[in-house]
């Protein structure tokens, strides 16, 4: 089945900086476009940076600047670089497709705070 494991999410504080990795299973890795997806408190799931089959990327307006998502499709691994975090990027953070059609993983937690 289907399987995404995120991990790198720690306690930081405004202006530091996280490296989120993302492994994948279960699927054709490399066929398809992926994102990371954030979720915080009382809020929606939000797309922040995607990555297309091609290498291309996207970002959220929110983010732009300060993220960069890249892929290794030898290894089926999806990564989210975040430099000069803000407390409003605190949240569960998800990998999954650009859609996220496949069931989400357990997230990993950034908690950015002073």
């Known amino acids: 089945q289907v399987l995404f494991v995120e991990s790198g999410g720690d306690s930081v504080q405004p202006g530091g900086s996280l490296r989120l990795s993302c492994v994948a299973s279960?699927?054709?890795?490399?066929?398809?476009?992926l994102g990371w997806h954030r979720q915080a408190p009382g809020k929606e799931r939000e797309l922040v940076a995607r990555i297309n089959t091609n290498g291309e990327t996207n970002y959220g307006d929110s983010v732009k600047g300060r993220f960069t998502i890249s892929r290794d499709n030898d290894k089926n691994m999806v990564y989210l670089q975040m430099n000069n975090l803000k407390s409003e990027d605190t949240a569960v953070y998800y990998c999954?497709?650009?859609?996220?059609?496949?069931?989400w993983g357990q997230g990993t937690q950034v908690t950015v705070s002073s």
């Open positions: 279960g699927f054709a890795f490399n066929t398809y476009n």
């Open positions: 999954n497709t650009r859609g996220g059609i496949f069931p």
